[in-house]
T-cell receptor, first 110, second 114 residues
């Protein structure tokens, strides 16, 4: 069973649209979750941490549902510059490792 | 803004050769990591390093791999005898505190084994 699972997409949306990604995880004991963004052939960059209470950062909102073991990312008023792959990441373990999903590709179009 | 830096950005090596990938983590960070990403695949954990020793490693991190922190700033990944399947982007990362914290990644070294 995959540890972190995401729909690979691509999601093609017009500029200004709202788009949501979901991700499921298998380890019920996981404590930390993150969304990273990865542009083509670049390093993953932290977008936001995901807390049990959920959190918002500008146009981005992340939610955690522990009962169903999924996290979500909502992007409002999408911009062309939001086009990237969004990586769902689970953190923790003895070595503090991060476990990445395969990523969801977003393409924002004019 | 502090950042993780990696050198070289691209390394081409012949199969069977040894390579050393270098990283300078963010200066006040305590945990250091190596990840790799084969083209078109997901980012995979290799190893984490804390307090001058390996704290966790994956199945990928076999005897061909080793890590070292030779001084107060550098963190290196050595692959002793490279194989074609070692071709990937290798990312170094670091994080500030022990648990449940985000990691910051370097720009990566693209390793091509021919």
């Amino acid at each position: 069973r995959k540890e972190v699972e995401q729909d690979p997409g691509p999601f093609n949306v017009p500029e200004g649209a709202t788009v949501a990604f979901n991700c499921t995880y298998s380890n019920s004991a996981s404590q930390s979750f993150f969304w990273y963004r990865q542009d083509c052939r670049k390093e993953p960059k932290l977008l936001m941490s995901v807390y049990s209470s959920g959190n918002e950062d500008g146009r981005f909102t992340a939610q955690l549902n522990r009962a169903s073991q999924y996290i979500s990312l909502l992007i409002r008023d999408s911009k062309l510059s939001d086009s990237a792959t969004y990586l769902c990441v689970e953190g923790g373990g003895g070595g503090n490792k991060l476990t990445f999903g395969t990523g969801t590709q977003l393409k924002v179009e004019l | 803004e502090p950042e993780v830096t990696q050198t070289p950005s691209h390394q081409v090596t012949q199969m069977g050769q040894e390579v050393i990938l270098r990283c300078v983590p963010i200066s006040n960070h305590l945990y250091f990591y190596w990840y790799r990403q084969i083209l078109g695949q997901k980012v995979e954990f290799l190893v984490s390093f804390y307090n001058n020793e390996i704290s966790e490693k994956s199945e990928i991190f076999d005897d061909q791999f080793s890590v070292e922190r030779p001084d107060g700033s550098n963190f290196t990944l050595k692959i002793r005898s490279t194989k074609l399947e070692d071709s990937a982007m290798y990312f170094c990362a670091s994080s500030a505190v022990q648990r449940n914290t985000e990691a910051f990644f370097g720009q990566g070294t693209r390793l091509t084994v021919v």
